[in-house]
């Protein structure tokens, strides 16, 4: 089964993509918990900070043509579609300045024993969006 992309204003397929078969799919999937195990979640939060922080500069990098695929895909008006990748941006340079934070570790009252809540990343995480999910929702 194969999949297209559609031109909302004229009808034109844009790009046609193959579908990816199970073996595939597992063998991404084992790739990405592989790289997750021994990789990402070994990395200090500044190392993290600055994989999103480089992201962020990407993305304004080819702000342009990542939203004139949002209006091709999509149909938005360019002007939003800028708004949304200069928004997508933002959402990554704020996790990367504050997640640090957001997932320290919290004591919490208790009146026996003690309680700690924790962020403990358990693994890779899959997920199908619809054609029109956008950029922001994934930052």
Not at 3 to 30: H, M, R, V, W
Not at 49 to 70: G, H
Not at 107 to 128: D, H, N, R, Y
Request: charged share 20%; proline share 6%; net charge negative.
């Amino acid at each position: 089964m194969t999949y297209q992309s559609t031109n909302p204003f004229d009808g034109k397929i844009l790009q046609t993509f193959q579908e990816c078969s199970p073996p595939q799919l597992e063998e991404k999937l084992a790739r990405a918990s592989d790289c997750f195990q021994n990789t990402w979640r070994n990395k200090s939060f500044p190392e993290r900070a600055a994989v999103l922080a480089r992201a962020a500069s990407l993305i304004r990098e080819r702000s342009d043509e990542l939203a004139k695929l949002i209006t091709l895909e999509m149909g938005k008006l360019i002007a939003q579609s800028r708004g949304e990748v200069a928004l997508s941006a933002a959402i990554l340079d704020y996790y990367a300045q504050h997640a640090e934070r957001f997932l320290a570790s919290e004591k919490l009252p208790t009146q026996s024993g003690e309680a700690l809540v924790e962020s403990c990343p358990i693994g890779v995480l899959f997920g199908v969006e619809p054609w029109n999910f956008p950029y922001y929702l994934n930052s």
